[in-house]
């Protein structure tokens, strides 16, 4: 079974910094983009940060200069770090992209999720 599954959310101050992965399992045959998305309380989810297969980067402008998306390709594995946290960083941050699998089969995953919270 195809999933992502996200890790390093946690608590943080502000200005500090955190480095989010959602690693992709089971039997993918490749992953080529990937997008980080976040959502926080009342808001709409909003896409922050994609990748491309070749390894390019956009960002939204509430992230940029702040945000760096890279991935592991080998290890199906993308990394979203994180600098100079704000409070209004703080929300449920996903990945989601489309995963081709090992049966030949081409669709859209989503992770579960992690919480990022930016408090003093």
């Known amino acids: 079974q195809v999933q992502l599954v996200e890790s390093g959310g946690g608590l943080v101050q502000p200005g500090g910094s955190l480095r989010l992965s959602c690693a992709g399992s089971?039997?993918?045959?490749?992953?080529?983009?990937m997008g980080w998305y976040r959502q926080a309380p009342g808001k709409q989810r909003e896409l922050i940060a994609s990748?491309?297969?070749?390894?390019?980067?956009v960002y939204a402008d509430s992230v940029k200069g702040r945000f760096t998306m890279s991935r592991d390709s080998a290890k199906n594995t993308f990394y979203l770090q994180m600098n100079s946290l704000k409070p209004e960083d703080t929300a449920v941050y996903f990945c989601?992209?489309?995963?081709?699998?090992?049966?030949?089969?081409?669709?859209?995953?989503w992770g579960q999720g992690t919480q990022v919270t930016v408090s003093s």
């Open positions: 989601h992209g489309p995963i081709a699998t090992m049966t030949g089969r081409r669709r859209d995953f």
């Open positions: 089971g039997s993918i045959f490749t992953i080529d983009a």
């Open positions: 990748i491309t297969s070749a390894g390019n980067t």
